[in-house]
């Protein structure tokens, strides 16, 4: 991860961004994980990855926060809006709602300049330099990058936190992995 995203380029306070998830279960809240489309997809793999090390997580799908899910966000929570673009109009809105709560927002992209980008606390950018688009548009380099990123914040996680492979195993029973860690 952390070698795709050396050669693609990543900008922005990482570090900030991995010490405000870390730390927000210290101050009562979560690191609830947001997207549309394929970023989705991506962002419901981190909330899960997150939850196993041990991080309170819950991925809330970008279209529900502006019919009701707004309620879930409380202070102390971080919210890491993951898109490609910095466009997609289902974000737009949603950073300074959420921070009127006293939330953290985040942005993980592809690409600087996009409009959510501007009302977000801390951003980062993994730029994908050849997106390598199949058809020039279906998202398929982009999404590489995106996985890289959130595989490189787990990673910073565990090391800072001293997660072990016990709690790991703790969250973690089921299925095959979970056999194996038995």
């Given amino acids: 991860s952390l070698e795709i995203l050396r050669k693609t380029g990543i900008s922005g306070d990482f570090g900030a961004l991995c010490r405000e998830c870390g730390e927000a279960e210290k101050k009562g809240g979560r690191v609830l994980v947001t997207g549309i489309g394929k970023s989705g997809y991506v962002g419901r793999r981190l909330s899960a990855s997150l939850a196993s090390i041990g991080i309170p997580s819950h991925f809330i799908h970008a ?12 202070p102390g929570d971080v919210v890491l809006i993951i898109s490609n673009s910095g466009n997609s109009p289902e974000l737009i809105p949603i950073p300074p709602l959420l921070q009127k709560k006293g939330v953290v927002c985040a942005l993980l992209a ?12 801390l951003v980062v950018i993994g730029v994908t330099r ?17 996985e890289a990123m959130c595989n490189a914040i787990i990673a910073q996680l565990v090391e800072t ?22």
């Fill in 110 to 121: 592809g690409k600087r300049g996009g409009n959510v980008e501007t009302s977000c606390d």
């Fill in 63 to 74: 279209s529900e926060w502006l019919h009701g899910d707004l309620g879930n966000a409380q």
């Fill in 130 to 146: 050849d997106e390598g688009e199949i058809l020039g548009k279906v998202p398929a380099g982009s999404i590489v990058v995106q």
């Fill in 161 to 182: 936190r001293q997660t072990d492979l016990l709690t790991f195993a703790e969250n973690h029973p089921g299925g095959n992995l979970g056999k194996t860690l038995a």
